[in-house]
């Protein structure tokens, strides 16, 4: 772990730094206990791997240029950063201003997903995680499914911007509608619309 | 759904929980719990792929001269950012010490042999009805040269003391097995 310090000679896991650096703190929610959850997916070393090919290949461009051999290093820790969106930094932001940006509670972690990225129930027992993240893909989701009334709703005009309550009966009507189909024929439906999912082979 | 990959707006499609009906509240925090174990990572996994495609062009343009294309898929950098979990289907030579054991929610493979400390591994299941394991579950299985001196599976899941925090949401008792 690093090139100096008492752990240096102790061998850097991902798991390890990324229990360590709070990684997995940032997963917490996932299980019906408070506490972290592990970071199944090993995305430090991948991102760690990349960064060494990029560290070499500037090294031997910089070599080109000036004539020079160069040291290269990296570490799992810095390649993990990338993947942090925003917890670390606001966790970090709540130990220092802890009224400006109080810590981020269990509550938070068990806010349901957003309706863009919603994990849906079919009728097979199957489940589909969508990400229809741009309000065009949203609305012409809700349209292929069966949905597209409710953008005449004034309750529902502006989604998926909407306001809690509006937000929530939409939810509802949507994990209910996505019990009416099995996964195939939803799969069907998707591809027939071809701004849901399409064939990327 | 015909061969080959689906993708774009549908990100993934999960494990298949039991037949019997779900009320919309279990059905809300089921979502609420595979939206938590989802994690924002194929743009970074695709960004560093890209970074390192952009070096390594210009690196053959300083040797070379000619200046080079340089395209990078999501699926591609995914893929080998995800190469343990890359999936293989159980006909696979890698798979053929493997023993599934069904639960009713879902399955799993048993690799109870003590020295592997008794832990589970998720298996997938497709679309089209079959069956599919990680790369990394079947070079650990095939370690085990003899699949029959394993022991019987534990009774339960919740037996297991290496169990993967990821599948503990629906746990049942086995219920009966296949190869």
């Given at each position: ?7 240096s000679q102790v061998?850097?896991y991902e ?6 650096s ?9 299980m019906?206990?408070?506490g ?5 997916v090993?995305?430090g070393?991948?991102?760690?791997s990349?960064a060494a090919?990029?560290?070499i290949l500037?090294a031997l461009?910089a070599?080109?240029a000036n004539?020079?051999g160069?040291w290269v290093?990296?570490?799992l820790?810095q390649?993990?950063?990338p993947y942090?969106?925003?917890?670390l930094?606001m ?5 220092l ?9 269990l ?8 309706l ?9 027992g199957h489940?589909l995680q969508h990400a229809?993240l741009?309000?065009r ?10 949905l597209?009334w409710v953008l005449?709703e004034d ?9 809690h309550e ?6 509802e009507l949507i994990l ?11 799969m069907?439906?998707?591809?027939a619309?071809?701004?849901?999912a399409?064939?990327?082979? | 759904?015909a061969?080959?990959w689906?993708?774009t707006?549908?990100t993934?499609?999960s494990?298949?929980?039991p037949?019997?009906p779900?009320?919309?509240e279990?059905?809300?925090?089921v ?6 174990a989802?994690e924002?990572?194929?743009?970074p996994?695709t960004?560093q792929?890209v970074a390192s495609?952009?070096?390594l ?7 070379t001269?000619s200046?080079?294309a340089v395209?990078v ?6 893929v ?10 159980t006909d696979?030579?890698?798979a ?5 054991n069904?639960t009713d929610?879902?399955r ?5 042999k003590?020295?592997m ?11 089209n009805g079959?069956?599919s394991v990680?790369?990394r ?9 003899d ?5 019987p599976?534990?009774?339960t899941?919740s037996n297991s ?5 990821r599948f503990?949401?629906?746990t049942r ?6 190869a």
């Amino acid at each position: 772990m690093g090139q100096q310090g008492p752990l240096s000679q102790v061998a850097g896991y991902e798991s390890v730094i990324a229990a360590k650096s709070g990684r997995m703190a940032s997963f917490e929610g996932q299980m019906n206990r408070r506490g972290p959850a592990y970071a199944a997916v090993q995305a430090g070393t991948w991102a760690t791997s990349q960064a060494a090919v990029r560290g070499i290949l500037a090294a031997l461009l910089a070599r080109g240029a000036n004539g020079r051999g160069q040291w290269v290093q990296t570490s799992l820790l810095q390649n993990m950063i990338p993947y942090d969106l925003a917890s670390l930094m606001m966790r970090q932001l709540s130990r220092l201003d802890p009224e400006t940006f109080p810590p981020d509670s269990l509550g938070a972690r068990l806010r349901l997903p957003m309706l863009q990225y919603i994990p849906v129930r079919t009728k097979d027992g199957h489940w589909l995680q969508h990400a229809n993240l741009m309000d065009r893909l949203f609305r012409s989701y809700l349209k292929a499914v069966g949905l597209g009334w409710v953008l005449q709703e004034d309750l529902f005009k502006n989604a998926p911007i909407m306001n809690h309550e509006s937000r929530e009966a939409l939810r509802e009507l949507i994990l209910n509608k996505m019990q009416e189909r099995t996964l195939g024929e939803w799969m069907e439906v998707y591809m027939a619309d071809g701004n849901i999912a399409a064939d990327a082979r | 759904m015909a061969n080959g990959w689906k993708f774009t707006w549908l990100t993934a499609i999960s494990r298949r929980t039991p037949d019997r009906p779900m009320n919309l509240e279990e059905i809300k925090e089921v979502s609420r719990l595979l939206m938590r174990a989802n994690e924002a990572n194929p743009d970074p996994n695709t960004s560093q792929a890209v970074a390192s495609g952009i070096l390594l062009a210009l690196l053959a343009r300083t040797r070379t001269g000619s200046g080079q294309a340089v395209e990078v898929t999501m699926l591609q950098a995914n893929v080998r950012a995800n190469a343990d979990e890359a999936l293989i289907t159980t006909d696979d030579p890698l798979a053929h010490c493997l023993t599934i054991n069904a639960t009713d929610s879902m399955r799993f493979i048993a690799s109870t042999k003590p020295t592997m400390g008794g832990s589970f591994w998720p298996v997938y299941s497709n679309a089209n009805g079959g069956h599919s394991v990680s790369r990394r579950t079947a070079r650990t299985c095939s370690r085990i040269p003899d699949s029959q001196a394993w022991p019987p599976a534990p009774s339960t899941i919740s037996n297991s003391p290496l169990r993967s925090e990821r599948f503990l949401w629906r746990t049942r008792p086995m219920s009966g097995s296949s190869a």
